[in-house]
């Protein structure tokens, strides 16, 4: 796997101190570096490429943690829970501990950088943005390149600008729009803009971008930003944008009291007025993906196998393949930081077999990634009913199994008793009971707890457990189903376009159709699927936020499984009952993440009138 974009990702630390600052600094300070260094690095075509790489590293992220102990971004939303206070230290990044709890502070968000020991998240979005700024400026420099090549590269540059805006967007709401290097040489202000001029301004660049992409790559340049991306990734914001966090209807006003100011600079939270034609334009947005995909050479992964019979690439189910299956044709953008072989400074793939990965990745050294019920009980049995678990059970896998769940819970979910692989064999999270001994997966650093399940998306099972096929995605196409689905019907009620594409996703999951008669009812609908459809990818967090479920759903206790193991007639049977986990607390001021103190004492955020620019209750 080692193509021109991965070789090019192994060289990008080489200038990582000459073209971005360091980890503590302010994104306001003079980038270190002088013109003579930056004309030596955009003089020729190679050089040019390690410019590119630091964007891309910097840029690209998805929501795959960049540390040896990052978590999983799941973990302050109901998939969740790692088990606290005892593994805090292993969710550091995220702050999931002071996070469930209703603690975090403005210096200590849920927006992660590079780590908790490289400074806040907030500054690493600009280092991007800075660093896609300077490819923009500098890119003509290049004497040994011909203008296709450098147009292309403006393309992938006005991309990176623009999904760092969006993922500022949403952890902040209105933010500072930066198009062009912050170069120090004076006094900066650069206030937050409202949610509409950030929108506008990532669309912008995004059609400007899909302008300049070509529609494919060569499979050298796996990885690359393509025209289809771009389209992607307006699509995204206009959902979002279009949800009742951003567009507030009359009925749902009482959502945000606590996280609105109540005057006019809600214009940095909110659209001034709910109107229904940001619907129509998501819409048409994630239409235009969808019907641009086949010139990209992309479509929804299905072969017609919906269920999972063994642990290799021809015996996994469709879902599971979608996420273990390398390039396929499902995937849109993909982070390949995993395909960087090992010793490089950088993206060397090592996070996805540590800490984030699960107990059962990792043993008696994981931390374990539990899955609640609440989460579990979103799983729809697999005739489309809703179901719901009982307090104690005598078997576990036996009655897991009986409930003949949606196929995708036993691609994404282990439990105690599964098969999971022949390096693993059946998974033993059981506490030993009357049986001889713990299960070796039981333990905890809060001691023996026998919890029974965690998720297992993106932890190696084919291929004898290697980690080498993982790509994490950016933006798959199923996503751009169910964005359309949702928006069209918003805008006009379930029409026969919007259950087809919600039923394309069911299908491909060996679900039967759904046909809601009314727009509340295919809301419900669809919310659901995507929770299933996109559980562990990092969407869950934004669209609790974005619906305003948030409030509801995170407010409360979240429970979880233990198993006991009991000697019946000579045979292992694990016993099993349900248990408190956490009890979650999200006051309404979550909806909108703090902005760091130190960049709020520096009162460029706000206005001449006063206002510091924090969002509000911070």
Known sequence: MKTKNIIILLLACLIGGILSPGCK???????????????????????????????????????????????????ITDQLYIIHPAYDWASNTIGTGTYITGNMSANATCDYGFGADNGNGFGWHYKGIRQANLVLKNINMVTDADNSWKQDVKGQALFCRAMQHYELFRYYGGIPIVNKPLDGTGKISVPR?????????????????????????????????????ALAL????????????????????????????????????????????RWNKAAKAAKDVIDAAGASAVSLYNTGKAVTTGETYATIGDYESV???????ELILVNTSNQVPSGNAWGDGSAWGQYLSSKLRLAQWGVKNNVPIEFMQQYEKKDGTKWTLPASGTDLPSDIKALDLDPRFYQTIAYDGMYYSSQRGTLAYYK???????????????????YAMETYKFVARVDNMSDNHFAWPVFRLAEFYLNYAEAINEYQGPTGDATNYLNLIRK?????????????AFRDA??????????????????????????????????????????VGGTLKRTWQTTSFVTRVFPARYYYVPFPNDEVSKRYLGNAKGWDGQNPGW
Request: proline letters at 5%; glycine letters at 8%.
């Open 508 to 520: 491909r999951a060996g679900m039967p159709e759904k046909h809601p008669v009314d727009a509340g």
């Open 432 to 450: 030993k009971g009357d049986y001889s001994t713990d299960g070796n997966l039981a333990s905890s650093d809060a001691g023996v707890d026998g």
């Open 526 to 567: 669809v919310q659901n699927e995507r929770t299933i459809e996109f559980a562990y990818e990092g969407h869950r967090y934004n669209d609790l936020n974005r619906w305003l479920k948030a409030k509801s759903v995170l407010n409360g206790t979240l429970h979880g499984i233990v198993t006991t193991a009991r000697n």
């Open 234 to 277: 307006k699509s995204r914001i206009l959902l979002y944008a279009a949800s009742p966090l951003y567009n507030t209807p009359a009925n749902l006003k009482s959502e945000v009291t606590g996280a609105r100011y109540g005057d006019g600079r809600d214009t940095v939270l909110a659209y001034p007025t709910y109107d229904p034609e």
């Open 323 to 329: 996420w273990n299956v390398f390039a396929n044709q």
């Open 25 to 75: 600094k302010s994104f306001l300070e003079k980038p270190k570096g002088g013109s003579v260094t930056v004309d030596t690095i955009f003089h020729t075509k190679n050089q040019a490429q390690y410019a590119v790489a630091q964007m891309y590293m910097l840029c690209i992220r998805g929501y795959f943690p960049e540390t040896y102990d990052g978590c999983r971004p799941e973990a």
């Open 193 to 229: 803009s409202s949610v509409q001029s950030v929108v506008d301004s990532v669309v912008k660049w995004c059609d400007q971008a899909a302008a300049l992409l070509p529609a494919t790559r060569p499979s050298a340049d796996y990885g690359r930003i393509t025209k289809l991306a």
